[in-house]
């Protein structure tokens, strides 16, 4: 084994590692080597013991082997790399190689092959390899961060939603004996006591209420993510007809107009589903116009997915809040203008995204809004799912 100098300039460092039997083509491909704009420290071995313990001492930033060495071949030294868990470029230098060879190590992943006749090109090659090993190396990392952030937001969103559901589903009961309570004072000394004493109980059992509406409707939130989805193919023309029914009241009362066009079959949940469609047209239903509402509903095929569409003529959504709306308890109006607590969008958004697909609205103040959503037709493959972790919760609620 015998190691080459190095000048201290300013020019880019290169650790070589050359795997040569000859001492006079080692020289050969050094001597072009100083001439180039690296700064060059070399090592020569000659066999795989001296090359792995070479690597190991020092890894080098470029092995320089020839293609046959007698005992060995230049490409095994590839699989000593690897064995070592190194990203080092290695770049064949050889004689004669043909070119049915030349492609083959290149396939089994050298990186270059330079013929000794033609050294000149050698310090472009490990320029080249240089830079592409920088490349990889950026990747990864990129690679890496993307990979770890991923994994961060899954457990900041799981933890996030343990929480909602945790503390939703325990505040439930203090909360019914404090309304009980309060509607029972309300009940018994209601005229009893003074004027101010029964608006103080009023106020008591209206916010005691209020908040069991709004306990209530996060749980259903935090319930939309948690409960194990059964997948099946689901008729959505079916999911549509038990929402209508479901709101019949509210499409008679409104004298409200459904124009339902044929709608598919699709890979999903059918309560899940259903719950989507009803959630959109209860709002068409309340925010609509002066004019008595028009409600279409349409699906359109976009071939890996359905586009579906809910249609209303209603008040529409001013455009800087087509993004608010579907956040939990985001509300544009105060409930003595529209009832309502703010939910029904939230649990749409994680509906839809949970079967792989997106939501958003189109709207325009005054001429109505049209809620979009892609699903999965039954015939796409299913898709990968976190099973909910609900005996992870029930320890935790029994606590
Ligand atoms: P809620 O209906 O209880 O207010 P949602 O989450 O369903 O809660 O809707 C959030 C807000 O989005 C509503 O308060 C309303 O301002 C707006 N919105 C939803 N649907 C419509 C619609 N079809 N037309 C106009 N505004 C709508």
């Known amino acids: 084994m015998s190691e080459g100098g190095e ?11 050359l795997v040569e039997d000859n001492s006079a083509d080692a020289e050969l491909v050094m001597r072009e080597l100083r001439r180039s704009d690296f700064s060059v420290a070399g090592a020569t071995v000659k066999t795989p013991t001296e090359f792995r313990a070479e690597l190991r001492s020092r890894a080098p930033d470029v092995v320089l082997a020839d293609y046959n060495l007698g005992q060995w071949r230049g490409m095994e030294a590839l699989d000593i790399l690897h064995q070592e868990g190194l990203d080092v470029p290695l770049i064949l ?9 030349a492609v083959e190590c290149i396939k089994q992943g050298a990186t270059d092959y330079v013929l000794k006749d033609s050294l000149a090109r050698l310090p472009v090659s490990i320029a080249r390899a240089l830079q592409e090993k920088q490349l990889r190396a950026e990747r990864r990392r990129a690679q890496q961060d993307l990979a770890h952030k991923v994994e961060e937001l899954a457990r900041s969103n799981h933890d996030l939603e343990q929480f909602a559901y945790v503390a939703s589903h325990d505040l439930q009961e203090p909360l019914r004996m404090v309304a009980n309570y309060t509607q029972l004072l309300a009940e018994r000394y209601r005229g009893k006591l003074d004027e101010q004493a029964d608006k103080y109980i009023h106020y008591a059992v209206d916010g005691a209420t209020r908040m069991q509406t709004l306990i209530q409707d996060l749980l259903a939130f935090s319930r939309a993510g948690r409960q194990g989805m059964e997948v099946e193919p ?21 004298h409200a107009e459904i124009v339902v066009g044929p709608l598919p079959t699709i890979s999903g949940n059918a309560s899940q589903l259903r719950q989507v469609f009803q959630n959109l047209v209860g709002n068409a239903l309340k925010f609509h116009g002066s004019a008595p509402p028009r409600i279409t509903i349409h699906a359109e095929d976009r071939g890996e997915e359905w586009l579906f569409s809910v249609c209303d003529n209603g008040i529409g959504i001013a455009p800087e809040y087509t993004d608010a709306i579907f956040a939990v308890f985001q509300r544009l109006h105060t409930r003595t203008e529209y009832p309502g607590n703010g939910i029904g969008l939230s649990i749409c958004k994680k509906i839809v995204e949970r ?31 976190e099973e909910p972790h609900e005996a992870c919760v029930r320890d935790l609620v029994s606590r």
């Open 7 to 17: 000048r201290g300039d300013a020019r880019t460092r290169l650790r070589v590692l």
């Open 355 to 385: 079967h792989g697909g997106r939501i958003w609205v189109e709207s325009r103040p005054g001429e109505g809004s049209t809620f979009k959503f892609t699903l999965r037709g039954a015939a796409s493959p299913p898709m990968k799912r």
């Open 234 to 254: 689901v008729d959505s023309a079916a999911a549509v007809a038990e929402a209508m029914s479901n709101l019949r009241a509210a499409l008679e009362e409104n």
């Open 93 to 101: 230098v050889s004689g004669a190689l043909g070119d049915v060879t």
